[in-house]
């Protein structure tokens, strides 16, 4: 009877470690090694990965493969339908612009040496075409009130209206001791003619 009831139990044990267990979900695999590496534990093996030169050589990518996977993301449709959308951001296209203000100065200034551009420049702009098109800009109604209004602004300007008022007084000034000269001449003959 016992040796029955040892091979029963015998039985009984390797028909529950033949029984599959259920295996965790990916969710469940994720948020247990988002709790893993969220302890001391897991943060200090994370410093000690990092700070092994060898893992440090695993992470060094070639430039080359970088480069191409770069072009290729930025190339490609889905980049470009997304670069639309950021650039309609009157914040985001600002700041990119502020961003970009040095290197696009730079580049101007470069260009403005070079001979080979500046001719390019003049023959496009000396083109029969373009010079229509420029005194049709320059003429229109649109363009007459743009420049009205960065008259106005300059002359608004607190610069300028400080240079302004020195002229006026350079100016005054001149006209008021000619004035006063021409007077006292004046005063003068008026005297001399009385006295004859």
């Known amino acids: 009877m016992k040796h029955f009831i040892l091979i029963l139990l015998t039985i009984v044990l390797l028909a529950s470690c033949n029984t599959p267990t259920s295996t965790p979900s990916y969710e ?19 410093r000690k990965l990092l ?5 440090k050589s695993l992470l060094v990518i070639d430039s080359e493969q970088v480069k191409k996977s770069v072009e290729q993301t930025m190339l490609s449709k889905e980049a470009e339908a997304f670069w ?5 951001d009157p914040k985001f296209s600002e700041t990119m612009a ?14 403005m040496k070079d001979p080979t551009y500046l001719s390019d420049l ?3 702009f000396g083109q029969k075409e373009m010079t229509k098109e420029l005194e049709k800009i320059l003429k229109s109604a649109d363009m007459r009130k743009e420049m009205q209004k960065v008259v106005e602004e300059t002359i608004q300007s607190p610069l300028m209206q400080t240079k302004w008022q020195e002229l006026i007084l350079k100016s005054g000034g001149q006209s008021a001791s000619e004035s006063g000269a021409s007077g006292k001449k004046s005063e003068e ?3 001399k003619e009385e006295t004859k």
């Open 122 to 124: 003049e023959s496009f």
């Open 51 to 55: 700070e092994d030169p060898e893992f």
């Open 98 to 111: 502020k961003s970009m203000l040095k290197q696009q100065e730079d580049i101007m200034k470069s260009l």
């Open 28 to 46: 469940e695999n994720k948020k247990m090694m988002i709790d893993a590496l969220q302890t001391e534990d897991g943060k200090k093996a994370i």
């Open 189 to 191: 003959e008026t005297k």
């Open 84 to 88: 639309k959308e950021m650039y309609q």
